[in-house]
């Protein structure tokens, strides 16, 4: 902090220095002087007065003008040529009465003129009050340099930086701040137009900048975001005010007060980016949950299918054989015959939901042996061609030939295309395409909604897709289509648990499915196998056995 | 020819019935029932079945533990026996009976066609 204590300096005795050749004229103006607290000197010639005031530093001479010699003039000129002694006060006197001579005193710098021969009340009056005037001025200018310094200091310390521009956006006064921020020294901006270019095509800070509208509106502006430019001509972000100049309710200039930014918006930029990841790391939590939510759904659901089977397979069990027991004993009517062939038939569909829970929370183990996934779609296939034949259904069969062997439970395989191949079926009802294609991928096809997790990148896939030209799948059924007991069948026609378990069949082989609707209409199911490198071998064995 | 004796042991008693009453029906079979799975062993000594139908999960005695006393009976380890249960799915027998581990079994609801079919497989 700034001490202002200094302005206010003890008061010292003014001195007051008489130039006289004539000794009685000095005597009389000791006299005329002492007592009224000033210190009093004497000089009998022009060089002494020098001397002396040079060395004492008076606040005021009185100074004769008509003396041998250096005359008054002359000594006053050299006081005031002289930084040390310009600051006192000079009042000539002299028995010269001429307005020239005034004048001429006047124009040497002198402050007054006493007349010989002089009144000594004058005489003290125009002391007094060349004494006091030379305090004030003495004070405000301390004062002013105090006030001077403060200000620059003020200015100097500001972490801103800081430019006064004139009207005409040259720059009044800039801070070390600013200079440091913008490449330049202070004296090379001090007077620049810092709105355009300097003569040698170096663009000056604010080059880029509108000037400031603080000109013309006199009011305050901010600006958040702005370039500067640098004296190496890169560009760096500001925001800054400017504030207009009152002189005489005139608008003099704007007072531009700037902050280098980059290192806020850096801040910014970072805060953002990890702000982004935190986002994406609690998007990847609350995946996680619902897997696991799922996961614990699908696992209640298997301990649930457990339970459920073991209670209700013995009374299905009694009404079975019960069944078959009357159908058998008696030799009833047509109606009797027909009521227990739907009494039979509802056991059966009892048993084929119960069935349904088991295979979905039994999926647990594999029986693999090494097989072609070609032998076992054909399988499958030879299973459902009387659906197919029924439904006028055309089937496409497009199988690579090449195919790897892989390591395979074939009957539950067989299951997941049986399950993916009446649903296709259903899903078209009468007359429409199957096309049931397999290949080979070095990579997962990255084309669709389609599966794509995370094989190996040196495994090859095989890929199974079972196409139909049904009705498709709405967006809604298709997020849940996975989920255990979701079906679009009607009711009775399917239990909802087929996709659920062939998904679980598919997973355990190490692979992925997902069923996505098809740009011409219908649903693709998707199945992509990892070929893994003992079955592969395996082949080769063979063949060469 | 002497008709073929068939143990059945379930605790659910309504389930043995209709399988006896299905059985006896083809006039092929002598069926005796026994609902507790304890007592399975000592009612297998006095019948004497060619072939046992047993119950997996009962409350008091398991079918897997019948099974491990009648083996471990000189007197009556070599009858043969066919689990009964509900928790294999149809998909992983066969209507003879499927093999799971070197056992035989059939999966509930078991129709009458499979029994005899499983009959006719074991004891002819």
């Not at chain 1, 042996?369 to 032998?375: E, F, G, L, S």
């Not at chain 1, 199957?434 to 997962?444: C, G």
Request: proline share 3%; with cysteine.
């Amino acid at each position: 902090m700034v001490s202002v204590s200094t302005l206010h300096a003890e008061p010292v005795p003014d001195t007051v220095l008489m130039v006289d050749d004539n000794a009685t004229n000095l005597q009389l103006l000791y006299q005329t002087l002492d007592g009224r607290g000033y210190k009093l000197l004497v000089a009998k010639s022009g060089e002494q007065a020098l001397n002396i005031a040079a060395r004492a530093q008076p606040a005021l001479v009185l100074l004769d003008i008509m003396m041998p010699g250096m005359d008054g003039y002359e000594v006053c000129e050299r006081l005031k040529r002289d930084p040390v002694t310009e600051k006192i006060a000079v009042i000539f006197l002299s028995a010269l009465d001429d307005t020239s001579d005034k004048v001429h005193g006047f124009h040497l710098g002198a402050v007054d003129y006493i007349a010989k021969p002089f009144q000594v009340e004058e005489v003290i009056a125009r002391v007094d009050t060349h004494l006091k005037i030379h305090r004030l001025e003495q004070d405000l200018e301390r004062r002013n340099r105090q006030l001077e310094i403060l200000n620059d200091r003020i200015l100097q310390a500001m972490g801103e930086g800081i430019f006064g521009l004139d009207r005409k956006g040259q720059a009044i006064f800039v801070n070390h701040a600013a200079a440091a921020m913008t490449g330049w020294s202070e004296s090379d901006l001090t007077g620049s137009d810092l709105l355009d270019e300097k003569a040698d095509g170096a663009r000056m800070p604010m080059a880029e900048c509108v000037t400031p509208s603080s000109l013309t509106d006199g009011r305050i502006h901010f600006v958040d975001t702005a370039s500067f430019i640098h004296r190496d001509g890169s560009r760096f972000p500001v925001e800054y005010s400017c504030a207009p100049i009152h002189e005489d309710e005139r608008i003099t200039g704007v007072v531009v007060v700037f902050r280098d930014i980059s290192e806020r918006i850096r801040t910014e930029a970072e805060l953002k980016r990890s702000h982004e990841a935190l986002q994406k790391s609690h998007q990847e939590l609350l995946d996680a949950q619902m897997k696991l939510i799922q996961a614990a759904k699908l696992e209640s659901v298997g301990r649930l299918a457990a339970g459920v089977a073991h209670e209700v397979k013995n009374p299905l069990a009694v009404i079975q054989l019960g069944l078959e027991y009357l159908s058998a004993e008696g030799e009833g009517d047509e109606t009797e015959v027909l009521v227990i062939a739907d009494m039979l038939n509802a056991v059966q569909r009892a048993d084929t939901v119960i069935k349904g829970l088991l295979d979905f929370s039994r999926e647990k183990e594999l029986d693999l042996a090494v097989d072609n996934i070609n032998r076992v779609i054909d399988v499958s296939l030879q299973l459902v061609k009387h659906e197919l034949t029924q439904h006028n259904i055309r089937l496409f069969r497009e199988l690579d030939d090449s195919l790897p062997d892989l390591d395979l439970d074939a009957n539950k395989v067989q299951q997941v295309f049986i399950n993916l191949f009446m649903n296709a079926i259903q899903a078209m009802g009468k007359d429409g395409d199957l096309i049931v294609r397999t290949t080979i991928q070095d990579l997962p096809p990255g084309d669709s909604d389609l599966p794509s997790c995370e094989f190996d990148e040196a495994q090859q896939l095989i890929c199974v897709d079972v196409e139909d030209t049904g009705s498709g799948i709405s967006d809604e059924g298709m997020a849940q289509i996975f989920d255990p007991f979701f079906t679009t069948k009607p009711v009775g026609q399917g239990t909802g648990l087929g996709l659920s378990v062939s998904r679980n069949i598919i997973k355990l082989h190490g692979g992925e499915i997902g069923l996505d609707n098809r740009p011409e209409g219908g649903v693709v199911a998707r199945i992509l196998l990892p070929v893994n490198k003992g079955a592969k071998d395996g082949k080769e064995t063979n063949t060469a056995g | 020819m002497e008709k073929k004796r068939i143990l059945l042991v379930d605790d659910e008693a309504s389930l043995t019935r209709m399988m006896r009453l299905n059985l006896e029906r083809t006039g092929k079979y002598e069926v005796r029932e026994e609902n507790m799975g304890s007592r399975a062993v000592e009612t297998a000594r006095q019948f004497r079945p060619d072939l046992i139908f047993l119950d997996v999960m009962m409350p008091d005695t398991s079918g897997d533990e019948v099974a491990a006393q009648l083996q471990e009976d000189e007197e009556l380890k070599n009858i043969k026996f066919v689990f009964l249960t509900a928790i294999v799915t149809k998909g992983e027998t066969e209507p003879g009976g499927g093999e799971i581990a070197g056992r035989t079994f059939l999966a509930k609801p078991v129709k009458t066609e499979e029994l005899l079919a499983c009959i006719e497989r074991f004891v002819g």
